[in-house]
């Protein structure tokens, strides 16, 4: 087992395009994205316009092209996927090159866009829309305990790693899944924990 | 299953985002009101405990991994409302912080992998450990949900690509569907599994679920319940009625044929190509519920083999 971890880039410094408000920021890609997908196909001007605009952006807020390639390739395999399919047997209404160049420039979008924005503001903006605290509650409480799990599931891995030999492989599914099992026992039992310390600073 | 920005267009996108909405929102006010809380917390660690178990690759043959979705094992470990909330902060969270999955089409994944997958998984869960009772019949429980569950999903979202005229639904469903028919082998395995590694390391986490997800419930998780089916109609019914050209015949009725045929169209081959692409979904559909039956056949093995192995521990 491997517990592979998707790349987040935090950028360096202050610029100009980290300094926008976040909701100017999200609502402008939003936008981008929402017409991107809306205008019918063959309009390459846009295309060429938005590419720049995020050209633009990507010199300003100082992110690496190697890290945007990264992401987007990690990202593509669902895009190469279906633009295959859709190339080689051309039964969609939609050409494959203008599926692909939407795709690529809705997901370059949202990739800078939030590399430049802290998770924290984009949760900010979801109050502000007015989305149920519950559901905002929840997702601050997963962005906190994210990573804190992912450590805590790559120890338990070790830790058996170090103590049984290498399982065998018929075993090897059943040793994941205990790791897992008991993943959600500690994170529920970690959930009582926090509960506590919540009421103990006055939560309802 | 992420559905990137791009493959769906507005009408498909603009649906499956009411129907989430709806369904998001119905959830939300079941479990407001039926969880302690006491156990708000817990729906965000789950959710963080979701996402890490997705990160868990299990090993496939031929050096290929395969990982959890989760959304029937949430749903049999909390029940379907705090399943649907946990999954949908899953997604939302690995939309805008990892770009995985589409902004516009958000709805739409919220629709396959957290509604249609809990509430799927769910009801097919609470079914089966109602027929076979015991630790035996809730193992082949999940693992059955987890595979439909799976199943469904990729339906309904080869449903939504093929009406927004990505694909034609005379390839999508195919491919989808005999594709997840084989990832949901492993989602169903790891699901049993993983219940079963709770079950032993904590057995009263899940009876407080088994109690009082009985009788008190069935009026909340009714409303998002009828809300799926809806979105499954919606998704799948236009092709499945009259399956060569059911997306044609669509378009005709909402008029806009017209508007989508002329500018894009540059395929050598038009909507009627090789008669065996339509053989392939009706074998697709045979093969369906043969496949059905097998893999219900299968998770009661599993469910025999696991319980009596832990028995004799």
């Known amino acids: 087992m491997s517990v592979h971890w998707p790349g987040h880039y935090h950028g360096a410094g202050d610029n100009l395009v980290r300094r926008l408000p976040a909701t100017v920021k999200l609502g402008v890609a939003l936008g981008l994205i929402l017409v991107t997908v809306l205008l019918p196909p063959d309009q390459g001007m846009w295309y060429v316009a938005v590419a720049g605009l995020l050209f633009l952006e990507m010199i300003i807020s100082r992110i690496s092209v190697l890290f945007l390639a990264k992401r987007l390739l990690l990202l593509m395999p669902f895009v190469f996927g279906v633009v295959l399919v859709n190339a080689l047997a051309p039964t969609g209404r939609v050409n494959w090159r203008v599926l692909a160049v939407k795709s690529s420039l809705c997901l370059l979008t949202v990739i800078l866009a939030a590399n430049t924005t802290p998770f924290s503001e984009t949760l900010r903006v979801l109050k502000k829309i007015r989305v149920p605290a519950l559901l905002t509650t929840t997702i601050a409480l997963m962005h906190r305990y994210l990573f804190v799990l992912a450590d805590e599931a790559e120890r338990m891995r070790r830790a058996r790693a170090s103590r049984t030999f290498t399982p065998q492989r018929r075993f090897q599914w059943h040793a994941l899944a205990t790791v897992v099992g008991q993943l959600f026992v500690r994170a529920s039992e970690r959930a009582e924990r926090i509960y506590d310390a919540m009421c103990a600073r006055g939560w309802k | ?313």
């Open chain 2, 1 to 313: 299953m992420h559905i990137p920005d791009g493959f769906i267009d507005g009408k498909t996108a603009a649906t499956a985002a009411v129907i989430s909405f709806a369904s998001v929102g119905l959830a939300l006010r079941q479990v407001r009101r039926e969880l302690p809380p006491r156990k708000v917390p817990l729906l965000g660690l789950s959710a963080a405990f979701l996402f890490a178990a997705q990160m868990v690759n299990f090993p496939v043959a031929g050096g290929t991994s395969g990982h959890l979705v989760g959304g029937a094992l949430v749903a049999a470990l909390l029940g379907p409302g705090a399943a649907v909330v946990v999954v949908t902060t899953v997604l939302i969270v690995q939309c805008f912080l990892f770009q995985d999955g589409g902004v516009l089409a958000l709805g739409a994944n919220i629709f396959n992998m957290a509604i249609v997958n809990s509430v799927a998984g769910y009801a097919i869960y609470r079914l089966v450990s109602r027929v076979l009772p015991g630790t035996r019949g809730r193992l082949t429980a999940i693992a059955f949900a987890g595979w439909s569950a799976t199943v469904l999903a990729a339906i309904c979202c080869a449903g939504q690509l093929a009406w927004s005229g990505t694909i034609a639904w005379s390839a999508a469903f195919p491919a989808m569907t005999v594709v997840h028919m084989l990832i949901g082998i492993g989602e169903g395995v790891i699901s049993a599994l993983v219940l079963l590694a709770v079950e032993r390391a904590r057995p009263d986490l899940l009876s407080a679920v088994q109690k009082d997800g009985g009788s008190g419930r069935v009026g909340g998780f009714l409303g998002y319940g009828l809300l799926a089916v809806l979105g499954i109609a919606i998704f799948i019914a236009p092709f499945a009625c009259s399956w060569p050209d059911g997306l044609d015949s669509v378009a005709e009725k909402f008029g806009f044929v017209h508007k989508t045929l002329q500018p894009m169209l540059t395929a050598p081959v038009p909507d009627y190509q090789m008669p065996g692409i339509h053989w392939a979904v009706g074998a697709t559909a045979v093969a369906g519920s043969v496949g059905t039956l097998i893999v219900f056949a299968g998770a009661m093995l599993l469910g025999r083999w696991l319980s009596s192995k832990t028995e004799k521990r």
